[in-house]
């Protein structure tokens, strides 16, 4: 609204008020509503009334006996207007919400006129500019929430003079500068979070001890460095520490355990280093200990079994070492162990099965050996078991399928030997089975379709045997089929057509069998399909050109014969496409130049292709691979001169003639590149008239046969 429409309306108010009597303070909220009066938020302000005497009924407005606004308390509106100058001469204001408005503009240094403020609440705005110094007149301000917006500069020295202050927020802003040590002054202080502010920087002040009273303290997402001052100690009524993703270095201070309230540890996300101190275990109402991805060494220390009231345990993405300390078993509360990423050893304990609420159990990428224990399957609420990469052996326990509540397994990359129990199959609320790189054998049984839950079957790299059973068409849920590397017969099944969310079949290094499946035209989602190194037959589906999401096809090593079917060139998205050592002849479609996304790797070598290069590969400007070698294609190379992204090239084994084209790639490529191409001319120096270094002899041997014919 325009200051001449706003001064028309203060005109008509002050107007209506010689009429009316409506005080001042009225007047100033109804000058403030003219402000966004023509937006749809005016339409919550109805009870507005300039007719009435004062404010004291409207919506969102408290006043005293005196008829004075005491309270103004405006919550997700979106005023979209600036802060209201209009009120900073109310007296008697003592508390100001105005959060989830869209409010715009700067905080006014007038705001330390409003003395007896005891709430400010400008929360989840986009108020931008400084804190203003005047922060610091209000004396009897007691909560101060000012997070969420866009408020940048440093946190203001004067905000220590506010010593009644119980709660203040600033975090998610653009703040900077180092928390100033007057925040010790703030002996009321309960709260105090200024996270997600990454330009905060320097150390946590120690004077920040002298705040006796403080519950929590945020400084996550921020530039905070240096080391965990020991005096925080100190602070017997501090529940919550939530210091992650900063600079902090240095150890842990053994001083934490004096601070006896302390429920949640997060100090994740830093450089801390050394060891986790046993004084830790003298926090007996600790629940919550996240300190994973810092610098930590060392063992798991065994006090830490004394911290009984423990929900969650994340030190993973560290260097500790040595055993699980069998005084975990008192933790019984525990519902998350995260250990992944260390150097733990010897075996995963038996114990783990009194963890009767346990939900998340990684023990990933350490050096865990031994068997799986099978007291694994009392674990009744476990919804994710991941012991991948550690030097486990024996057999999957049958246990396992006890815990009716898994939903993500992965204990790829171990010395897991026998057959995988089909009970394992009966688990209906399993998404992701990954059993890779094990030395698993037997054959998987028809009771896979059982997990219709399943998104990902991850089995690749084992020792299965038998058919890939049919039942895996049930599976309509599945992302992710990874079967290769194994010893799997007989034919590719059907049934696999019935999956339409799959986005990878992988079933290279098998002994599969039989055909292409012509269903597979209903993965529409397929991005990856590689069938490559089996024992394939038949030709090349027409209706894979129905793949229009397919970036890798790889079906090399197998025994596919027909031809290069056209319909592939509406796979538009294909990035490599692998067709080699095979039986396939012909020539090579047009279409397939124009798969301009192609940028990896196009190999058709080892086959019996004929014919020229097709003009349209001079489309291909993004390939960095190409492999024609070893068919019987003929014609000018020419037609490759412009692919200036080509670092590979293999055009060996044709029947290629005339020059190369005159380019960097073709002058540094070895001679091998061209080799077995008798009428091509390699060295235009050594080129007789014809082009070609073989033309005299060719017409020597030509005479000849014709004379003793």
Same mark, same amino acid.
């Given at each position: 609204?325009?200051?001449?429409?706003?001064?028309?309306i203060?005109l008509f108010?002050n107007?209506?008020s010689?009429?009316s009597g409506?005080s001042h303070?009225?007047l100033?909220?109804?000058?403030?509503?003219?402000?966004?009066n023509?937006?749809?938020?005016?339409?919550?302000?109805s009870?507005?009334n300039?007719s009435?005497?004062?404010p004291?009924?409207?919506d969102?407005i408290k006043?005293?006996?005196?008829g004075?606004?005491?309270?103004?308390?405006?919550?997700n509106?979106?005023?979209?207007?600036?802060?209201p100058?209009?009120?900073?001469?109310f007296q008697?204001?003592?508390?100001?919400v105005?959060s989830r408005?869209?409010l715009?503009?700067?905080?006014?240094?007038?705001?330390?006129?409003?003395? /007896?403020?005891?709430t400010?609440?400008?929360?989840?705005?986009?108020?931008s500019?400084?804190?203003?110094?005047?922060? !610091?007149?209000l004396?009897?301000l007691?909560?101060l929430? $000012?997070?969420?917006?866009s408020l940048?500069?440093?946190?203001?020295?004067?905000?220590?003079?506010c010593?009644?202050?119980?709660?203040?927020?600033l975090?998610?802003n653009h703040?900077?500068?180092k928390i100033?040590?007057?925040i010790?002054?703030?002996?009321?202080?309960?709260i105090?979070?200024?996270?997600g502010n990454?330009g905060?920087e320097?150390e946590?002040p120690t004077q920040i001890s002298?705040?006796?009273?403080?519950?929590f $303290?945020? $400084?996550?997402d921020?530039?905070?460095?240096g080391?965990?001052?020991t005096?925080?100690?100190?602070?017997k009524?501090l529940?919550?520490?939530?210091i992650y993703?900063?600079?902090?270095?240095?150890?842990i201070p053994?001083?934490? !355990?004096? /601070?006896?309230a302390?429920?949640?540890?997060?100090?994740?996300g830093n450089?801390?280093s050394?060891?986790i101190?046993?004084?830790?275990?003298?926090?007996?109402?600790? +629940?919550?200990?996240?300190?994973?991805?810092?610098?930590? /060494?060392?063992?798991i220390?065994?006090s830490?079994g004394?911290?009984?009231s423990?929900?969650?345990?994340?030190?993973s993405?560290?260097?500790l070492?040595?055993k699980?300390?069998?005084?975990?078993?008192n933790?019984?509360?525990?519902?998350?162990?995260l250990?992944s990423?260390?150097n733990l050893?010897?075996?995963i304990?038996?114990?783990i099965?009194?963890? &009767?609420?346990?939900?998340?159990l990684?023990?990933?990428?350490n050096?865990?050996?031994?068997?799986?224990p099978?007291t694994i399957g009392q674990?009744?609420e476990?919804?994710?078991?991941?012991?991948w990469?550690?030097?486990?052996?024996g057999?999957?326990p049958?246990?396992?399928a006890?815990?009716e509540?898994?939903?993500?397994l992965?204990?790829?990359?171990n010395?897991?030997?026998?057959?995988?129990?089909s009970s394992?199959?009966n688990?209906k609320?399993l998404?992701?089975l990954l059993?890779?790189?094990?030395?698993l054998s037997?054959?998987i049984?028809?009771?896979l379709?059982?997990?219709?839950s399943l998104?990902r079957?991850?089995?690749?790299?084992?020792n299965?045997?038998?058919?890939i059973?049919?039942?895996?068409g049930?599976l309509?849920s $599945?992302s992710y089929l990874?079967l290769?590397?194994?010893?799997f017969t007989?034919?590719?099944?059907?049934d696999? !057509?019935n999956c339409?969310?799959?986005e990878?079949?992988?079933?290279r290094?098998?002994?599969?069998?039989?055909?292409?499946p012509a269903s597979?035209?209903f993965?529409?989602?397929?991005n990856?399909?590689?069938?490559?190194?089996?024992?394939?037959?038949?030709?090349?589906p027409h209706n894979?050109?129905?793949?229009?999401?397919l970036?890798?096809?790889?079906i090399s090593g197998?025994?596919?014969?027909?031809?290069i079917?056209k319909?592939?060139?509406?796979?538009k998205?294909?990035?490599?496409?692998?067709?080699?050592?095979n039986?396939?002849?012909g020539?090579?479609?047009?279409e397939?130049g124009?798969?301009?996304?192609?940028?990896?790797?196009?190999n058709?070598?080892?086959n019996?292709l004929?014919?020229?290069?097709?003009?349209?590969?001079?489309n291909l400007?993004k390939l960095?691979?190409?492999?024609? /070698?070893?068919n019987?294609?003929?014609?000018?190379?020419?037609?490759?001169?412009g692919?200036d992204?080509?670092?590979s090239?293999d055009?060996?084994?044709?029947n290629?003639?005339g020059v190369?084209?005159d380019t +960097?790639?073709f002058?540094?490529?070895?001679?091998?590149?061209?080799s !077995?191409n008798q009428e091509l001319?390699?060295n235009q120096t050594?080129?007789? &008239?014809s082009g070609s270094?073989h033309?005299?002899?060719?017409t020597r041997?030509?005479?000849?046969?014709t004379l003793?014919?």
């Open positions: 609204m325009s200051s001449n429409g706003i001064g028309i203060l108010l107007f209506v010689s009429i409506l303070e009225g100033s909220l109804l000058s403030w509503l003219s402000t966004f023509s937006s749809s938020a005016a339409a919550f302000f009870s507005w300039p009435h005497s004062n004291c009924t409207w969102y006043c005293n006996h005196g004075f606004v005491t309270e103004i308390t405006i919550s509106i979106n005023l979209h207007t600036t802060f100058t209009q009120i900073v001469s008697h204001l003592t508390a100001l105005l408005g869209n715009t503009g700067e905080i006014p240094p007038s705001i330390g006129n409003l003395s /007896s403020l005891v400010l609440n400008l929360s989840f705005n986009a108020i500019g400084n804190i203003p110094a005047q922060i !610091g007149m004396s009897d007691q909560s929430s $000012l997070n969420t917006n940048h500069g440093e946190i203001p020295r004067e905000i220590g003079n010593s009644k202050l119980q709660l203040l927020e975090f998610d703040l900077s500068g100033p040590t007057e010790g002054q703030l002996v009321a202080l309960e105090f979070r200024a996270g990454s905060i320097g946590i002298n705040c006796k009273r403080l519950a $303290l945020g $400084l996550a921020t530039g905070i460095s080391q965990i001052p005096s925080l100690g100190e602070l009524n529940k919550t520490l939530s993703t900063s600079k902090l270095n240095g150890h053994p001083e934490i !355990g004096n /601070s006896s302390l429920e949640d540890l997060f100090l994740y450089q801390l050394g060891e101190p046993e004084e830790v275990g003298s926090l007996k109402n600790l +629940k919550r200990v996240l300190l994973w991805q810092n610098q930590l /060494s060392g063992r220390p065994n830490l004394n911290c009984s423990l929900v969650i345990i994340d030190i993405l560290n260097y070492s040595g699980v300390p069998s005084s975990l078993a933790l019984v509360a525990l519902e998350e162990l250990l990423g260390n050893s010897g075996e304990p038996p114990f099965g009194n963890f &009767s609420s346990l939900k998340q990684e023990l990933d990428n050096r865990f050996s031994g068997e799986i099978a674990l009744k476990l919804s994710q078991f991941f012991a990469q550690n030097q486990l052996r057999s999957i049958t246990e396992l006890n815990c509540k898994l939903q993500h992965d204990i790829s990359h010395f897991l030997t026998g057959s995988v129990p394992l199959f688990l609320n998404t992701q059993l890779l790189s094990n030395r037997g054959e049984p028809q009771t379709g059982n997990c219709t998104t079957l991850r089995m690749g790299s084992n299965f045997s038998g058919h059973p049919s039942a895996i049930l309509h $599945l990874e290769s590397e194994n010893q007989g034919e590719i099944p059907p696999i !057509g339409t969310h799959l990878m079949v992988d079933l290094a098998n002994k599969l069998q039989g055909t292409i597979f035209e993965l529409a989602d397929l990856i399909l590689d069938l490559s190194m089996n024992s394939i037959t038949g030709t090349i894979l050109g129905k793949l229009t999401s970036n890798k096809m790889v197998n025994s596919i014969t027909g031809f079917p319909s592939l060139g509406n796979c998205d294909l990035q490599l496409l692998d067709i080699s050592r039986k396939i002849a020539s090579i479609p047009e397939i124009h798969l301009q996304g192609l940028d990896i790797l196009l058709l070598s080892w019996a004929t014919e020229p290069i097709p003009e349209s590969f001079s400007s960095a691979n190409l492999d024609l /070698s070893h019987m294609l003929t014609g000018s190379l020419m037609v490759l001169g692919l992204n080509l670092v090239l055009v060996s084994f044709n290629f003639s190369l084209p +960097k790639l002058h540094n490529l070895p001679s091998t590149a061209f !077995g001319c390699i050594e080129c007789g &008239s270094p033309s005299k002899r060719s041997n030509l005479i000849m046969r003793f014919s």
